[in-house]
């Protein structure tokens, strides 16, 4: 588990980080969203190690970072953006490295093989890792953080440079690390973290702004009470019964899809259900509703609406959002 408790990292006068606090629970993987400059990086600094915080807190396993680094880091594994390799050794001599650097205890030979095995670079276990393509030195940089089993990951950029279908394996892998490691997954990719990432932790300027599922920032960000509904009937027509419904504000006509067919923009009073109404509206007139659903947002337009400065609601606090 990560606990972070009111952290934050100034530089003079400058807050690259302001008073965040969140939680990764054990078996769940994090996503760590945040524009340029936001202050991701350096949090994920602070969470390995590498710098100090000037106030609160950050706990691997129970154990807080500053306090007993030693400790602390024997729990995590780490993969920097750029993989921290030896690149005149073979990548049977760099994992036996890091295996002394790390004083596991695990049986080695065993150990190490299955963790080649894992990431399949068994086949280039032999090889120097200069000779290899950056996608086989990204996965030696994942072999590395998987040396003695932490229980955290942190993966910084884990699928940069690597090919389409090397994407997929790891994309693949890290969901089942995920099952029995705390895993955090910074990523600028937000398909990637739509297809890994159990929660998402949005960080802006240095405060947090979102912290729940894609699903539930989805649903609280956008108007639940808009709704997109494509109709076959006529135009005109269909616009004006639907105005005709109790609650319905307005009613825009948008893209074409073939005679007839049209796609509207519905908006009711908030808080007021009308989809029945349509529904029976359309019935009575034998126009047919090919396709009805609210106007949700997607990973990549909550992103956006969180930092660009557009007015979003509040975080709950009562749900382990923070600000």
């Known amino acids: 588990m990560i606990e972070v408790q009111d952290l934050s990292k100034r530089y003079g006068d400058k807050k690259a980080v302001d008073n965040i606090s969140f939680r990764a629970e054990d078996g769940e ?15 994920m600094n602070i969470l390995t190690g590498y710098i100090s915080c000037t106030e609160g807190k950050a706990l691997i396993d129970g154990i807080d970072i ?33 295996y002394d650097l790390k004083k596991c205890k695990l049986p080695r030979n065993s150990h190490l093989k299955d963790i080649c095995g894992l990431v399949k670079i068994e086949h280039v276990y032999g090889r120097i890792i200069k000779n290899l393509s950056k996608g086989y030195k990204q996965r030696v940089g994942l072999a590395q953080a998987l040396v003695g089993n932490p229980n955290v ?23 089942k690390l995920g099952r029995n490691h705390t895993v955090i997954l910074s990523s600028h990719i937000l398909t990637e973290v739509q297809a890994v990432c159990d929660k998402i932790i949005v960080i802006n300027e240095g405060r947090i ?10 649903r609280r ?6 709704l997109l509904v494509r109709i076959e009937g006529p ?57 009805m659903r609210s106007s949700e947002l997607s990973l990549e337009d909550i992103f956006i609406k969180l930092t660009m400065g557009e007015n979003v609601p509040a975080l709950d ?5 923070a600000e």
């Open 153 to 175: 990951l942190i993966l910084d950029e884990p699928t940069v440079g690597l090919d389409p279908n090397q994407i997929i394996e790891i994309r693949s892998l890290i969901k």
């Open 209 to 218: 702004v979102a912290d729940d599922t894609e699903d539930n920032l989805s």
């Open 221 to 226: 960000l956008s108007a639940d009470h808009k």
């Open 29 to 43: 993987i994090l996503g760590f969203l945040g524009p340029n400059g936001a202050g991701k990086s350096t949090t």
């Open 66 to 98: 500053l306090e007993d680094p030693i400790k602390a880091k024997s729990h995590i594994g780490y993969l920097p953006e750029q993989p921290p390799l030896y690149l005149d050794m073979t990548v049977k001599e760099y994992l036996n490295f890091i």
């Open 235 to 291: 135009s005109d027509k269909v616009q004006k019964e639907i105005l005709s419904i109790k609650g319905a504000i307005s009613c825009e006509p948008g893209v074409t899809h073939g005679e007839n067919v049209r796609e509207y923009r519905v908006e009711a009073q908030e808080g007021v259900d009308i989809r029945r109404d349509i529904f029976r509206k359309m019935a009575e007139k034998g126009w047919y509703i090919l396709e």
């Open 317 to 321: 606090r009562t749900d382990g959002g």
